[in-house]
């Protein structure tokens, strides 16, 4: 293989670049869990040798690193060079950078909205009606990630121009398994089942839930997820989407209906832990320590992926905390409908080796590779499942490819003004008492005035 061939030499020259030199993070040919033979046969496809491209997004520190450990094996296979930079001010670098016609090669969007504005801008470059094919052939939901990732172009013409990669789950309810083996209690396959368990552990004595809105500033924005994951449990998808893009109102009564279920949970004295009046108040950090107290103070936390980083220190998961699928409703047969975030890759300024990186992102070892290190979830169901580096990983891997419909987190999608301003203060009013129906006039009324 190329890499192999040229490290001596480079090491005699000490003349070769950081990136040529980067050393490869699992050996080729070396693991079973990964499907060297799609690496080989991509390898044999593309000679871009003494080609660059840059790759420009949000990762710093730690996921600087993994993806890097990505672009690595691209390099291998192709002789191209890669120069990755990030930024913590992607979302306004990028923008500039495209408007003054220094964008880089490839970008990373952790935001659909932005991407499909400067597709608007003719700044993205098409990825064709085949890559469009291959998503819906090979992503589990894949008319999900088809529509999540196509825009309206200059033209006006809706194409394909992003190819998600790395994706996060955020539907999960986390628990404690020897609380529920010492209560007796299981896991629930429905939305019926969950409120049924929330019952019982009352009647039992105890307190199902902690739930906490609590982030300063953002404080308000975990009961959001809450309520995009009701929408997508009590309304077709594409009643979603026209809520997501104000299509219909924020107090449609569908829209209210999901509000009402979140509040259900959190505003029943009884189901939380502090009563009601303790959600906006328990910082969203500090909220799943009641599942670790003796007794617990809780049995149930709804939180994406990341939670486990509040966890108390030496928190095995899968042992001392694990986590379920928030389960559809039985009666509304909607499928399994999972809520997340993630990002998207376009092609910010077109080259030969752009065009072939988002080929290699089309391979199960640009996946499998990253899924062995860690914050790495795919719908790829071609991607060894055993691949993962860790059981929980897996787990959630398994979600996203069992999923018969994915959708964005709903606030990240809305103008900021509404996602990440009225709609967070409204959660806030809801649980502190105000009816749903007037939260959701409020937060109309909101976005008519910036309409």
Known sequence: MKRWTVVGACALALSCSAAAAQEL????????????????????????SGQRMTLFGPWLGPDKDLIESITAYFEEATGAEVAYSGSDSFEQQIVIDAQAGSAPNVAVFPQPGLAANLAAQGHLTPLGEENADWLQE??????????????????????LFAFPYKIDVKSLVWYVPENFEDAGYEVPETMEDLKALTEQI??????????????????????????????LRTQPPEVYDQWVTNEIPFDDERVVAAIEEFGWFARNDDFVDGG??????????????????????????????????????GTELGVDADFFYLPPYEEKDLGRPVLGAGTLFAITSDSEPARAFIEFLKTPIAHELWMAQSGFLTPYT???????????????????????????????????RIGAGAFWTGMVDYVGGKSAEEVGADIQREWDAIK
């Open 202 to 231: 009352v009647a039992d004595g105890g307190t199902p839930w902690c739930i906490g809105l609590g982030s300063g500033g953002a404080t308000g924005w975990p009961a959001t997820d809450w309520v995009e994951d009701m929408m």
């Open 382 to 416: 071609e991607a060894n499942p055993e691949a993962y580096a860790n059981e929980p990983l897996k787990k959630q891997g398994e979600i996203l490819t069992n999923a018969t419909t994915f959708r964005f987190d709903g606030s990240d999608l809305m103008p900021g």
């Open 25 to 48: 993070k699992f050996a080729p040919g070396e693991d079973d869990r990964f499907n060297w033979q799609s690496f080989d046969d991509y390898a044999a496809e593309y000679d871009l």
């Open 138 to 159: 090979n992503y589990a939901a894949g008319q999900s990630w088809v529509n999540l990732s196509t825009y309206p172009g200059e033209d006006g013409e809706p194409q």
């Open 276 to 313: 009601a009046e303790a959600v906006a108040s328990t910082d969203f950090r500090d909220s799943p320590n009641g599942l670790f107290s003796f007794p617990p103070k809780c049995y149930l936390h709804h939180q994406a992926s990341f939670i486990p980083s509040f966890f108390p220190e």
